[in-house]
């Protein structure tokens, strides 16, 4: 368990899964529950509702951080990872996390929409958390790979 998210009421874990060489994620608008992860060995789609992984191919720049991808067509998906970019950090329905960064170490908050600020994260090799677009769906990705969470209620 890479983030502690037992203690987010509301939110059930999808996926957690290691991905060597992990680069870049994001959301895509027009298919909220599908996230794109980029690699140094491969891009694949993580279905967030359900876990289930396609490999895919795609195109991105990392200057302008948005990246094409075949399985997700007519669409410019915005990436995030360790050398920027920014997913939404505020859900539709109110939840939000904060990102703190000090001295290498990374605390991460989550708060739920109703209830407390609980502490997620507090470590090193933090790249990218946030929220899809229509806020059902939570990514957080580090170097050792991506946690998906899923809204619950």
Aim: charged share 20%.
């Amino acid at each position: 368990m890479w983030i502690d998210y037992n203690k987010l009421a509301g939110w059930e874990l999808v996926k957690e899964v290691v991905v060597g060489g992990l680069e870049w994620v994001g959301f895509s608008k027009v298919n909220t529950r599908k996230l794109l992860c980029i690699s140094s060995q491969k891009t694949t789609i993580i279905d967030c509702s359900s876990g289930e992984i396609l490999e895919c191919s795609c195109e991105y720049d990392e200057e302008a951080t948005i990246a094409y991808c075949d399985e997700l067509p007519n669409e410019g998906i915005r990436i995030a990872g360790y050398y920027g970019g920014k997913l939404p950090d505020n859900s539709v329905q109110g939840d939000s996390v904060n990102v703190n960064k000090e001295n290498f170490i990374t605390t991460v908050l989550f708060s739920p929409a109703q209830g407390n600020k609980n502490m997620i994260f507090c470590n090193y090799g933090f790249y990218t958390c946030g929220f899809s677009y229509d806020g059902k769906y939570f990514v957080f990705a580090q170097d050792a790979g991506v946690t998906v969470l899923k809204r619950s209620n």
